[in-house]
């Protein structure tokens, strides 16, 4: 088939994409890493054929590439294999322009073999394409919504080393005050709101609603549900990309760093999941005063779940500090309707859109995983069904007990994990596994500035 513009066989929602770009001369190549970070290539436009046809070759290393880029040999993907490379194939309809840049651009995602013409299984993105087949494999079909929460900063740090909030575009002044929800601060950032709405549009990310959150500079935006939960998350590490890339074209620096500032809330990701039967019913469908079964069953599955997948909730040492008290945070597995102090709240919707909030994940965690670990538990619940408690009503930090969290522990409960194996595979167990123990190893063999200002002179 042929299309106009430097003629290129490709699918034809994706070649329709292309010609639509006028100018485009060079795409990028975008391999999601288990940190949910974006690695590639650049090629030109007349050598996107060839990659449609043949995939393009990345080192396997890449998909479990350390925070700081580099490879973690224990993984077994590196010097152990010869650092050998594996194909990674276009997904289609992924292909889509990058209105921020000055030149035209588009952009496309990637996914990789196993090198036995499979995909390879620890992707993250097949981690959760495999869970979804789970749910259609019993007619069911989870429906996912994700919202993200990050802050707009002064791209230089203070004097200290530390960020800083970033200087309010209207008035000049560095953001002080926190003003929740407040329009103002909407209209202060309009130039930066506006130019990500413009890149959803033109991208088709369905986002539909940003707030202003509680914290300076704090901003949140909503992504719309998706009945296919990896478009959706397509959608969250594209829309990322976009939000990341506008704030530097604006001056500004967005950070989804759980917990940039001690003082401050921290930044969270949060899923909505319902689950629609073969009819197309809403399993979850019911009334506050009576819960139904399957609403409770799959809470109790994400209560069984939470210790198993903590590390894929809070992967990074900064992580652990955003479980604070009275900051909106989740401290145990409790659930509730209606109900911001609860892990699991229950929004407050008609019954026929009743849902789960799963609101223990921070802004830095990747969301392919944090949802495959969602719908798992879910899943777990749904299999093997038990009772979740009372739902709190009223301040859940008053009524239950604080769980204290720690990233080594979280390590150790992931690595001895059945119910990981079970729902995600022993590849992935391992090779996530070793990524975040080398993180933490890494890690605590730098010296802080407290250590230094609690013990240089007093020990």
């Given at each position: 088939?042929?299309?106009?513009?430097?003629?290129?066989?490709?699918?034809?929602?994706d070649a329709v994409e292309l010609n639509a770009i006028v100018g485009c001369?060079?795409?990028?190549?975008?391999?999601?890493?288990?940190?949910?970070?974006?690695?590639?290539?650049?090629?030109?436009?007349?050598?996107?054929?060839?990659?449609?046809?043949?995939?393009?070759?990345?080192?396997?290393?890449?998909?479990?590439?350390?925070?700081?880029?580099?490879?973690?040999?224990?993984?077994?993907?590196?010097?152990?294999?010869?650092?050998?490379?594996?194909?990674?194939?276009?997904?289609?309809?992924?292909?889509?322009?990058?209105?921020?840049?000055?030149?035209?651009?588009?952009?496309?995602?990637?996914?990789?073999?196993?090198?036995?013409?499979?995909?390879?299984?620890?992707?993250?993105?097949?981690?959760?394409?495999?869970?979804?087949?789970?749910?259609?494999?019993?007619?069911?079909?989870?429906?996912?919504?994700?919202?993200?929460?990050?802050?707009?900063?002064?791209?230089?740090?203070?004097?200290?080393?530390?960020?800083?909030?970033?200087?309010?575009?209207?008035?000049?002044?560095?953001?002080?005050?926190?003003?929740?929800?407040?329009?103002?601060?909407?209209?202060?950032?309009?130039?930066?709101?506006?130019?990500?709405?413009?890149?959803?549009?033109?991208?088709?990310?369905?986002?539909?609603?940003?707030?202003?959150?509680?914290?300076?500079?704090?901003?949140?935006?909503?992504?719309?549900?998706?009945?296919?939960?990896?478009?959706?998350?397509?959608?969250?590490i594209l829309l990322k990309r976009a939000i990341k890339a506008i704030a530097?074209?604006?001056?500004?620096?967005?950070?989804?760093?759980?917990?940039?500032?001690?003082?401050?809330?921290?930044?969270?990701?949060?899923?909505?999941?319902?689950?629609?039967?073969?009819?197309?019913?809403?399993?979850?469908?019911?009334?506050?005063?009576?819960?139904?079964?399957?609403?409770?069953?799959?809470?109790?599955?994400?209560?069984?779940?939470?210790?198993?997948?903590?590390?894929?909730?809070?992967?990074h040492a900064n992580s652990y500090r955003r479980f604070v008290l009275n900051?909106?945070?989740?401290?145990?597995?409790?659930?509730?309707?209606?109900?911001?102090?609860?892990?699991?709240?229950?929004?407050?919707?008609?019954?026929?859109?009743?849902?789960?909030?799963?609101?223990?994940?921070?802004?830095?965690?990747?969301?392919?995983?944090?949802?495959?670990?969602?719908?798992?538990?879910?899943?777990?619940?749904?299999?093997?069904?038990?009772?979740?408690?009372?739902?709190?009503?009223?301040?859940?930090?008053?009524?239950?007990?604080?769980?204290?969290?720690?990233?080594?522990?979280?390590?150790?409960?992931?690595?001895?994990?059945?119910?990981?194996?079970?729902?995600?595979?022993?590849?992935?167990?391992?090779?996530?596994?070793?990524?975040?123990?080398?993180?933490?190893?890494?890690?605590?063999?730098?010296?802080?500035?407290?250590?230094?200002?609690?013990?240089?002179?007093?020990?």
């Open positions: 088939m042929e299309y106009p513009m430097n003629t290129l066989t490709l699918p034809k929602d001369e060079t795409v990028d190549l975008l391999l999601p890493d288990m940190n949910g970070l974006l690695r590639g290539k650049r090629i030109t436009r007349d050598a996107l054929e060839k990659v449609y046809q043949n995939g393009i070759c990345l080192p396997m290393s890449l998909i479990a590439t350390d925070i700081t880029g580099n490879t973690v040999e224990e993984t077994g993907l590196g010097y152990d294999i010869g650092d050998e490379d594996r194909i990674c194939r276009p997904i289609p309809g992924t292909l889509k322009s990058i209105p921020w840049q000055q030149r035209p651009m588009a952009q496309l995602l990637l996914g990789m073999e196993d090198g036995k013409g499979s995909m390879f299984e620890a992707n993250p993105r097949e981690v959760l394409k495999r869970i979804v087949d789970r749910f259609a494999a019993k007619g069911l079909t989870p429906v996912v919504a994700v919202e993200l929460e990050f802050y707009l900063l002064d791209p230089q740090l203070d004097e200290q080393g530390r960020p800083q909030t970033s200087i309010n575009p209207a008035t000049g002044e560095r953001n002080k005050t926190t003003q929740v929800y407040y329009m103002e601060d909407l209209n202060d950032y309009q130039g930066f709101t506006d130019a990500v709405t413009d890149a959803c549009r033109v991208q088709r990310i369905p986002a539909d609603t940003a707030v202003a959150e509680y914290a300076p500079g704090q901003f949140e935006i909503n992504l719309k549900h998706r009945k296919d939960a990896v478009i959706a998350c397509d959608d969250a530097s074209n604006e001056g500004l620096l967005a950070s989804f760093m759980a917990k940039p500032f001690v003082d401050q809330a921290g930044s969270g990701t949060h899923i909505h999941v319902s689950v629609l039967d073969k009819d197309g019913n809403n399993i979850f469908a019911c009334e506050p005063e009576a819960p139904s079964d399957a609403l409770r069953h799959g809470v109790y599955g994400l209560q069984q779940a939470a210790k198993h997948c903590m590390l894929m909730f809070a992967p900051a909106f945070v989740p401290l145990n597995d409790c659930w509730g309707f209606n109900n911001r102090t609860v892990a699991m709240r229950i929004p407050h919707s008609d019954p026929a859109n009743t849902r789960i909030e799963h609101r223990i994940a921070g802004a830095d965690a990747n969301p392919y995983l944090v949802t495959a670990a969602v719908l798992a538990g879910i899943l777990h619940g749904l299999e093997h069904p038990g009772d979740p408690g009372p739902p709190i009503v009223g301040n859940a930090y008053e009524q239950t007990e604080m769980r204290q969290l720690f990233w080594r522990d979280t390590i150790d409960d992931f690595m001895a994990s059945e119910f990981i194996v079970n729902h995600f595979g022993s590849a992935f167990r391992h090779i996530y596994g070793q990524q975040k123990l080398k993180e933490m190893r890494s890690f605590y063999t730098e010296v802080t500035t407290l250590e230094i200002e609690w013990y240089l002179r007093q020990v």
